[in-house]
Structure formats: C-alpha cells, structure tokens
C-alpha cells in the first residue's frame, strides 16, 4: 500500500514537471498558470511550438507552418484510449463553434494502428490527424505516454498558450479557444 501511494506521489510530481516544461523553458516556467493537469501561459511567457508535421491518417502531409497565423488546437488521442473517446464529441464541437474565427484542429494520434485510428475518426471528428504511432510530435511537445489525452493550444504566433493533460471538455474547451483567438484577429484573408 505504501509503495503504491509513493509511486503515485512520484508519478504526479514527475507530471507536474513535465507539464510547465510544455508552457515555456527556463526560469519563465514558474510564472506560468498551474490549476492541477491544465497550464496557461500570459503572451509574454509563451514558447515556440517545436515542428510539428507528419503524414496525415487520410493521406497527404502536414505542416504545422501552413497554419500561422490560426490558433491551432493540437489533441494527442489514440484509438484505445476511452478517454479520448468520450472527448472526440466534444473536441468537434469545439473545432465547428471556433472555426469561422480562425480557428483550426489538428489531431495527432499516438501509439495505434492506422486501420484502428482511421476507424476511430469516421464520423466523430472532420478535422486532420497526423499518424504518429511512435509519439515522437507527443515527445517534442513534452507530452509523456502516460498522458494520453492531452491538448495544446497555440496562439496566432506559433507558441504554446495551454497545455491540457487529460479528456476536456467543450464547456472548459471553448472559452480557452475563444480567448486565445480574441488576443488578435486572423490575418486577411484567413480560413
């Protein structure tokens, strides 16, 4: 009993780390938002969002680039996570209600068959998902195994607003996405 409630204590404290590391790197990490799995960075404490780009479950590619300028809402999900079956509903809402103000969704799918994550994605969610059996997107936004779901939010500039470890929901989802999006408006001539 003991072993198990000191292997927790280690697991959440080692998360919890892990957790700024996605918000910002150095001694900015401190001045970023905790509130328990969620981490919000103001502007001025933001991080550049590494590359980001794959073959999409649908065919063709993707380049992360291609969005500047959106807010991008980037969900690491994988077939055989409940969890993120009980989100896929709410994340789509999220992605139709925020869209029309320059909004976009990127899914990346982790640890899974293509064949199981094609599945999993016919008619729950209408927005791109890169394949990434080997998490290496996940890795290079810090976001352990372990943690599946997990979501980011990034501003119009490319860096790191919100990092979420755990299913959202669209009641908690939407007005992040909305806020992040108000900071400025989508450039001329933006989707």
Partial sequence: MLTRRLAA???AAVTAGTALVGCSSGSQESRCAVDGSTVTCAPDQRS???KVSGELLT?????ISRDRGQVVVVNFWGSWC???RAEADDLEATYQATKGSGVTFLGINVQDS????IAFEEGRVTYPSIFDPASRQALNFDIPPNTTPATVVLDREGRIAVVIRRAVTRDELRPIVEDIAAESPPPNGSR
């Fill in 114 to 117: 293509k064949d199981k994550a």
């Fill in 48 to 50: 550049k969002t590494p």
């Fill in 59 to 63: 065919g063709g590619s993707y380049d």
């Fill in 82 to 84: 409940a969890p993120c």
């Fill in 9 to 11: 204590a280690l697991l």
